[in-house]
């Protein structure tokens, strides 16, 4: 289904490239189609096909899409990640019981 998606994107009918997206049953093939589509689309168009592959399937499966669209968005995510990790790692160290 995804090549027929291919297929069907290389004519420049994103309309019915998307509708068979769409059916596609497995939700991270789903997800996938729908990001590679967005690679296409004009911006408004890839933010929302983006956002639909969000919904479908894993998170990490858009987020080539969502970089080549911005990748400052991206770059915002990472950086939430890294002060995530370094907040849980202090809190750790804060509690851990005191060496002997």
């Known amino acids: 289904m995804t090549a027929l998606v291919e297929a069907v994107t290389a004519t420049g009918d994103h309309g019915r490239?998307?509708?068979l997206a769409h059916a596609i049953p497995e939700p991270d093939?789903?997800?996938w189609t729908l990001a590679q589509l967005a690679k296409a689309a004009e911006p408004a168009q890839a933010?929302?096909?983006i956002t639909e592959?969000?919904?479908?399937g894993?998170?990490?499966i858009p987020?080539?899409?969502l970089a080549a669209l911005d990748p400052s968005v991206v770059q915002m995510l990472a950086d939430e990640h890294d002060s995530r990790h370094t907040l849980r790692a202090a809190s750790c160290q804060t509690l851990a019981p005191p060496s002997a």
């Open 17 to 19: 490239a998307e509708t």
């Open 58 to 60: 894993r998170w990490t």
């Open 29 to 31: 093939q789903q997800a």
């Open 53 to 56: 592959a969000f919904h479908q």
């Open 47 to 49: 933010v929302r096909l």
């Open 63 to 65: 987020l080539a899409s």
